[in-house]
């Protein structure tokens, strides 16, 4: 049988695949996701220099890290200094209703950023978001992200130079979820819906409210993947074919 034969009869096939895959597609554009989602802190993890870590709220919607009862290294109680407190992280879940493709607000972070004492802080902690679908996705799942902390030293006057950060590090792994047999991924686009905010920057003694964005997008199947790399080799195969007939 000729090569170009065998490549034809694949390519048909692949194309009956695309076909029903493209049909799915579209079906799963026309989705609508919806439910209400709440989140809750897990273990941190501490940096190396974090040797007496503290922190609670493990299990909960509020965490609290690093010994808050003391001044800055460049103030002192006696200058006026005012003792701030710990670090502390609230997250509160809503409802939503999102498309596929569609960034939607999945949960409120609140950022409190303290004064703590060095070497008790942590450096990464999990947030476990738990989504309840409505209606008839009926799925209840939690997804797991990192937020990771970067505590500065509090050593200069400039309260920017002092200021502390929360960024997201979205590296763990189940984020997927299946419906009707397809697989879909829950991604966090960051802190804001139009660009991907990723960090948060809060100055000493304040207190940063923002939102979290979630994007709900479809995985494609292995069959499809593999149609396409095929309808590649064939196009580039028939290319060579053309330029050595002519």
């Given at each position: 049988?000729?090569?170009?034969?065998?490549?034809?009869?694949?390519?048909?096939?692949?194309?009956?695949?695309?076909?029903?895959?493209?049909?799915?597609?579209?079906?799963?554009?026309a989705?609508?996701?919806?439910?209400?989602s709440?989140?809750?802190?897990?273990?941190?993890?501490?940096?190396?220099?974090?040797?007496?870590?503290?922190?609670?709220?493990?299990?909960?919607?509020?965490?609290?890290?690093?010994?808050?009862?003391?001044?800055?290294?460049?103030?002192?109680?006696?200058?006026?200094?005012?003792?701030?407190?710990?670090?502390?992280?609230i997250?509160?879940?809503?409802?939503?209703?999102?498309?596929?493709?569609?960034?939607?607000?999945i949960?409120?972070?609140?950022?409190?950023?303290?004064t703590?004492?060095?070497?008790?802080?942590?450096?990464?902690?999990?947030?476990?978001?738990?989504?309840?679908?409505?209606?008839?996705?009926?799925?209840?799942?939690?997804?797991?992200?990192?937020?990771?902390?970067?505590?500065?030293?509090?050593?200069?006057?400039?309260?920017?130079?002092?200021?502390?950060?929360?960024?997201?590090?979205?590296?763990?792994?189940?984020?997927?979820?299946?419906?009707e047999?397809?697989?879909?991924?829950?991604?966090?686009?960051g802190?804001?819906?139009?660009?991907?905010?990723?960090?948060?920057?809060?100055?000493?003694?304040?207190?940063?409210?923002?939102?979290?964005?979630?994007?709900?997008?479809?995985?494609?199947e292995?069959?499809?993947?593999?149609g396409?790399?095929?309808l590649?080799?064939?196009?580039?195969?028939?290319?060579?074919?053309?330029?050595k007939?002519?």
């Open positions: 049988m000729k090569l170009s034969l065998i490549f034809a009869t694949a390519i048909s096939s692949f194309f009956v695949s695309a076909t029903a895959g493209f049909g799915f597609s579209g079906q799963a554009h989705l609508t996701f919806s439910g209400i709440n989140g809750t802190w897990g273990e941190p993890t501490p940096g190396s220099l974090d040797i007496n870590p503290l922190y609670t709220g493990v299990g909960s919607n509020t965490f609290i890290w690093g010994d808050g009862n003391v001044c800055p290294p460049s103030l002192s109680t006696s200058s006026g200094c005012t003792i701030t407190g710990s670090n502390e992280l997250v509160n879940g809503n409802s939503f209703s999102t498309d596929i493709n569609s960034a939607f607000k949960a409120d972070l609140t950022y409190f950023n303290g703590v004492l060095k070497g008790t802080s942590v450096e990464f902690v999990p947030l476990n978001l738990n989504v309840s679908f409505r209606s008839a996705v009926g799925i209840s799942q939690v997804f797991d992200f990192n937020l990771r902390l970067v505590n500065t030293p509090n050593e200069a006057t400039d309260p920017k130079i002092n200021a502390d950060f929360v960024f997201l590090d979205t590296n763990f792994s189940n984020r997927s979820f299946i419906f047999g397809n697989k879909y991924t829950l991604e966090l686009t802190f804001n819906s139009d660009f991907r905010q990723i960090s948060i920057e809060g100055l000493e003694g304040t207190t940063t409210k923002v939102a979290i964005y979630a994007k709900i997008e479809t995985i494609p292995p069959a499809t993947v593999a396409i790399s095929l590649g080799i064939y196009l580039i195969s028939r290319k060579k074919f053309l330029e007939k002519y």
